[in-house]
C-alpha cells in the first residue's frame, strides 16, 4: 500500500520519548487517517485510534473515556511502557483543547507514557485550540493535497489527468466517468467542506454568500480580482471586508487561498489585489462543464490549468516551511510566482505551448529585485512534468 512522505515522520515522532502531542492537519479527504493507521500499524507501541467524525454526538466526556482507556491499558500491560492514542476529527468537539491540556498535563505529572495523536480537518480551528490552551505542548506534521508524483505511482495517472483531474485519491477510481466523479468532488467534498467545516470554524452570516464566493474563486483561478470586483458579481456581498475574511476561512480549510503581490514592501503586500489560486484543480474542472478532452481543445483555459497545478504545487508544498509565494504585476508586465527565503527571490514563469514568446514580465521584476533563480516551466524551459517532482525548498539549494 503507498505511503506518503510524512509516514516515516510520523513513525519517528511518537517512537521518540514523549515530549510533545503529534497534531496531523490538513485538507478533508487528503488521507490523514489512513496516513496515521498506516503509521500505527508499523509501530512496536500498542494504541487506541477513536474518530470524533461519527454520527453520535461526542463531547469532552468522550476525549476523557478515550484517555483512560489509554491510561488502563498502559497500567495493565506487563510489556510495553508506553500507549498511543490517536484521536480524529477532535476540533469537532467544543473546548477539546483545554480537556487535552488538562489530561496531558496530568500524564506529565504522574509520568504516564501516553504519546498522543491529534488529527483535524479544520486547520484553522486546530490551530486556534492549539495556540489558546497547548502552547509548548504540541508539533504540527502538515498533510497537503496529493502531489503529482503521488497519484501517478499510487495510481497510474498521467500529467494530463493530473492536471484536470488534481490530487483527490478518493477521487481516482472515478475519473473515466465524467459524471460521478464530478459528484463526488462537489457533494461529498466541496459542500461537506463548506457546510460542516466552515462553519465550525468562525460565524458566517451569509454561508449563501460563502459557496457563492467559493464558486467565483475557482472558475477566477490563476487570475488577479480585487474584491471590488468581486463584490459585483456576488449577490448581497456586503463589504470588501467580509468577504477578505470569507476568503480567509475557505484558504483556511485547504481549498481556495489568495497570492499576494510581491512589492518588497509588506505593508503594500496586504493591500495589494489577490491572485486566487484553487489548492487542488479538481475545484476548478468539477463545475465546468468541459471534460479532459474538450479543455485541451481550449488553449487560454487549458493555459489557466497549467499555471493552477504550478500554483497549487508550489503552494502546498510550502506548508509548514519559511518560503512566501506571490505574484508581480506593473506597468502592463506580469510574473506569475515568486518564491522568497530568507531574502532570496526566485522568480517562475509558466508557459503552457511549445510557442517561443518573450518573458518580459521575468525581466522586469529581475531589473528591479536581485533574483536568485529565474525558472521558466514548460514551453522551452523545465518541462511541467519534472517540476512538479521537485520540493519548492529544494529550488534554493540547487
Known sequence: MFKRKQYKEIIKRVSEPRRFIQVIAGPRQ?????????????VSIPFRYASADEPALKDNFWIEQQWEIARMRLKSGKIHTKYLLALDEIQKIPGWSETVKRLWDEDTLSETDIHVIILGSAPLLLQQG????LAGRFEIIPVSHWSFDEMRASFDLDIEQYIYFGGYPGSAALIHDQRRWSDYILNSLVE?????DILLMKRVDKPALLRQLFFLACSYSGQVLSYQKMVGQLQDAGNTTTLAHYLYLINAAGLIRGIEKYAGQKVRQRASSPKLQVLNTALMTAGSALSLEKAREYPEYWGRLVETTIGAHLANNIVGKNIGLFYWRERGKELDFILECNNELIAIEVKSTKKKSALPGMKAFSEKFKVKKNLLIGAQGIPLEEFLTISPDLLFTA
Open 130 to 133: 492549539l495556540t489558546e490552551s
Open 30 to 42: 487528503t488521507g490523514k487517517t489512513t496516513l496515521v493507521q498506516q503509521a500505527l500499524e508499523s
Open 192 to 196: 461537506t467542506t463548506l457546510s460542516r
